[in-house]
């Protein structure tokens, strides 16, 4: 006898078609029968050893996280709730051309500093990989050999391979370092990485020409893999900075991910169709393009990456010696706060938008929740003596949210054909962004069941099929016979995102049960001990 029949549900596939109401049943990890009610009238109706009575509830396919920043969270935290409770049962990490593999022991020390304000420390963690496939390795052992709380995808991040091969200069690759950087891509595809982030606003990955990209991104496409990049500027040139990242996957034959698509700042106000109209142009002429974004209006990174690129050379010891030097740290003010710094998306800082959302040393937390405008209110001192003072004390250590955003450029761009859902989520600081614990189930409360910019059955193929086509997962994304059983069941009439700003942790409602691998990882609205996760490798 089959182990399971999930009784009266009413299925949206993931396909965007009708929903329809089914009997489905669960065997071995797999889905391996679905019986609709129509099909069902005056037959027996599948039994299984476990009946569960789904009526008045959606079954969809599990949600997909295209942008998520568990990287070591999954190896930290079996619990893993912040995404698990959201229905989320695959993420794809090594995001923004930053994370821990492929490594050296030099590049793993310096990689854990630059990324301390995403990840924490690490100082917690065994960090007994250098190479993507170890990295894959230790996922699939997750905790005590029995695995992690969600499958996970993994990108080739193209910051940590320059670090890698040719440090963090700004600088022009050499014909041996490219080779070298090439090299490491095609390592990370072949060991199972699903394609190549890069983080353009981020050092040292920023200093990589197109051409040395173009080259990187034609290995990627020779694995059938895709480039993610978070590139040159979400602000000043946000548009021509897109346009460049079309036309250089075009260039290099490579499928295109457009991480975290937003408009953002004052000058983008409005703008999301002048970008969609980009993408329709590229589309409607063969480009392989998607995109991910998350359901609201202020960013969230670290505090020292609205620093100059020139500020950021060397790596982190480099970035303190500079701000401890008056004179340096008058040169990156004026960037910053007159000319628009580069790590600011081209727009001069705005303090009173900046909000500290997390600290890496608890001694600080007084400035957590406030703007460094605020924080510097209340010290009698500027905000770029506030600033500068934080990012000394706290190692570069601190997060921020960036309010910048527009709620219309956020609606335009959820709605396009090629969009898909990604959290974007830093999981650590005192207060951060509620996007990491609330991002799927305000897809379907607020923006579905709320405001009707997207209909059910459209939102969870956003969510759904659509990116687990881009990941080229042929037995995921839908509820199909013979499609892995990993499964969500909801409330369409009561999910909701139960994290706010001032209660970024608070768990969604709404969401009573979620499978991975046929196995219950949320039962009845509660966590259970089951560890179903395991890395998601490129398949052939």
């Not at 109209?277 to 991910?292: M, N, R, Y």
């Not at 800082?349 to 957590?368: H, K, M, N, Q, R």
Request: hydrophobic letters at 40%; a negative charge; aromatic letters at 6%.
């Amino acid at each position: 006898m089959d182990e399971l029949v999930i009784r009266d549900a009413e299925v949206v596939d993931g396909s965007g078609g009708p929903s329809y109401r089914a009997d489905v049943v669960v065997d071995g990890g797999r889905i391996v029968s679905i019986v609709q009610e129509a099909a069902a009238a005056g037959c027996q109706r599948p039994r299984a050893r476990r009946e569960l009575d789904a009526e008045g509830l959606v079954l969809s396919p599990g949600f997909i996280d295209m942008h998520a920043h568990s990287d070591l969270a999954l190896l930290r935290d079996p619990d893993h709730s912040a995404k698990a409770a959201q229905g989320v049962t695959l993420e794809v990490i090594g995001q923004d051309g930053l994370s821990y593999a492929p490594v050296d022991d030099r590049t793993l020390a310096e990689v854990r500093r630059a990324v301390t304000g995403w990840n924490g420390s690490g100082d917690d963690i065994d960090f007994d990989w250098r190479t993507v496939g170890e990295y894959l390795d230790r996922l699939d052992a997750g905790f005590e050999g029995r695995g992690i709380a969600v499958n996970a995808a993994y990108l080739v991040p193209q910051g940590t391979v320059r670090a890698l091969a040719v440090d963090w200069e700004d600088r022009e690759a050499t014909p041996a370092e490219l080779d070298r950087m090439r090299r490491l891509v095609a390592e990370g595809m072949e060991q199972g990485a699903v394609g190549m982030s890069s983080g353009l606003t981020y050092t040292p990955g920023m200093y990589a020409k197109d051409a040395e990209l173009t080259q990187l991104c034609r290995v990627v496409a020779s694995y059938g893999g895709y480039y993610c990049p978070h590139h040159r500027s979400y602000g000043a040139g946000a548009l021509e900075a897109y346009a460049e990242m079309v036309a250089l996957t075009r260039a290099a034959g490579c499928s295109l991910h457009l991480a975290h698509a937003t408009m953002n700042f004052g000058v983008n106000k409005g703008r999301a169709p002048e970008l969609l109209a980009l993408l329709d142009e590229a589309l409607a002429s063969g480009a392989d393009i998607t995109l991910d974004t998350y359901p609201y209006t202020p960013g969230c990174t670290t505090l020292v990456a609205l620093l100059p690129s020139w500020a950021n050379e060397g790596g982190p010891d480099a970035v303190l010696a500079r701000l401890s030097d008056d004179s340096t740290a008058e040169r990156v003010r004026h960037d910053m706060e007159v000319v628009g710094a580069d790590g600011c998306h081209g727009m001069p800082v705005e303090w009173d938008t900046i909000e500290i959302s997390g600290v890496g040393d608890p001694a600080l937390g007084e400035f957590v929740g406030r703007t460094v405008q605020q924080a510097a209110d209340a010290r009698g001192e500027t905000p770029w003596t506030t600033a500068r003072g934080l990012l000394l004390a706290d190692g570069l250590g601190s997060t921020i949210l960036q309010h910048v955003g527009h709620e219309e450029n956020v609606r335009a761009i959820m709605r396009h054909r090629v969009h898909t859902g990604g959290s974007d989520g830093i999981l650590r600081g005192e207060k951060p962004h509620p996007r990491a614990y609330g991002t799927f189930p305000r897809y379907l409360g607020r923006y579905v069941r709320e405001l009707g910019v997207l209909s059910l059955e459209e939102c969870v193929a956003h969510l759904t099929a659509r990116p687990a086509a881009r990941l080229r997962l042929p037995d995921r994304g839908l509820v199909r016979e013979g499609y892995r059983a990993d499964l969500v069941l909801f409330d369409p009439e009561t999910v909701a995102a139960g994290s706010t700003f001032e209660e970024p942790r608070t768990l969604p409602t709404g969401i009573p049960h979620v499978l991975i691998d046929g196995r219950f990882v949320i039962e009845d609205g509660h966590r259970t001990d089951v560890l179903a996760g395991r890395a998601v490798r490129r398949t052939a």
